[in-house]
C-alpha cells in the first residue's frame, strides 16, 4: 500500500470485487487514494480510495479501513475473482463475466 512515502503491509479483514476492508496503518484516513498491491506472491495492482475509517470491532485499540476500488479493469477484476474464488472454493462463486 502506498501513500506520500507510506508504504505498509497489512492484512486484509475482508475483500470483495468492489473493495476491502482492513486495519489501518497509522496515518491512513478517509479520502485518501492508495495505491495497493494485493497478493504480493502473485501482484494485482490497482488503486482505492478510503472511504471511512473507524474503531476496529475485533481488534482492540485500532481502526479499521474501508476501501473502494477505483482504476478496475476488466484484467484486474479477472485477477481480483480469482484470487477470491480461491481463498473461497466451495462457499462462493466469483465468476467476472467478460
Known amino acids: 500500500m502506498g501513500k506520500d512515502n507510506l508504504d505498509a503491509e497489512v492484512d486484509a479483514v475482508d475483500v470483495s470485487l468492489s473493495g ?5 496503518p497509522r496515518d491512513v484516513a478517509a479520502g ?3 495505491s495497493l498491491v494485493l497478493n504480493p506472491a502473485d501482484p494485482i495492482r490497482t488503486t482505492g480510495i478510503v472511504v471511512a475509517c473507524r474503531p476496529a470491532y475485533d481488534v482492540r485499540g485500532r481502526r479499521e479501513a474501508h476501501i473502494a476500488f477505483t482504476k478496475m479493469t476488466s484484467g484486474v477484476q479477472k485477477q481480483l475473482g480469482r484470487l477470491i474464488g480461491a481463498a473461497y472454493p466451495a462457499e462462493v462463486d466469483v465468476t467476472v463475466d467478460g
Open 20 to 24: 476491502l476492508r482492513i486495519i489501518a
Open 32 to 34: 485518501d487514494v492508495l
